[in-house]
Nanobody
Framework: QVQLVESGGGLVQAGGSLRLSCAASGRINTMGWFRQAPGKEREFVAGTSLNPGQTYYSDSVKGRFTISRDNAKNTVYLQMNSLKPEDTAIYYC????????????????WGQGTQVTVSS
């Protein structure tokens, strides 16, 4: 069983930046970030896979967020720039041994979540 541990959430003003980290206890092919705002369903934010090499972003964060990974550390990062109040949510790291998926049902491993709050 792979464990995922997130860090890096917090409170930031609109227009600011945050970087989230997710450390996995083992190597996983695809790692992604999802988020859930109050009263809303959890949604895909970004994902990256090793084989095949693919990276995807949701339209709402494209151009503002960047996902990257350090394979030596089994860690994935989410650099979030130009943050907006609507980015406020609990952010979850997720992993799967299979190829890129944008639906949460395709992910077997989940972190505990980290709160991101963007004030206006």
């Amino acid at each position: 069983q792979v464990q995922l541990v997130e860090s890096g959430g917090g409170l930031v003003q609109a227009g600011g930046s945050l970087r989230l980290s997710c450390a996995a206890s083992g190597r996983i092919n695809t790692m992604g970030w999802f988020r859930q705002a109050p009263g809303k369903e959890r949604e895909f934010v970004a994902g990256t896979s090793l084989n095949p090499g693919q990276t995807y972003y949701s339209d709402s964060v494209k151009g503002r967020f960047t996902i990257s990974r350090d394979n030596a550390k089994n860690t994935v990062y989410l650099q979030m720039n130009s943050l907006k109040p609507e980015d406020t949510a609990i952010y979850y790291c997720a992993g799967t041994r299979w190829t890129m998926r944008r639906d949460e049902s395709g992910y077997s491993y989940w972190g505990q979540g980290t709160q991101v709050t963007v004030s206006s």
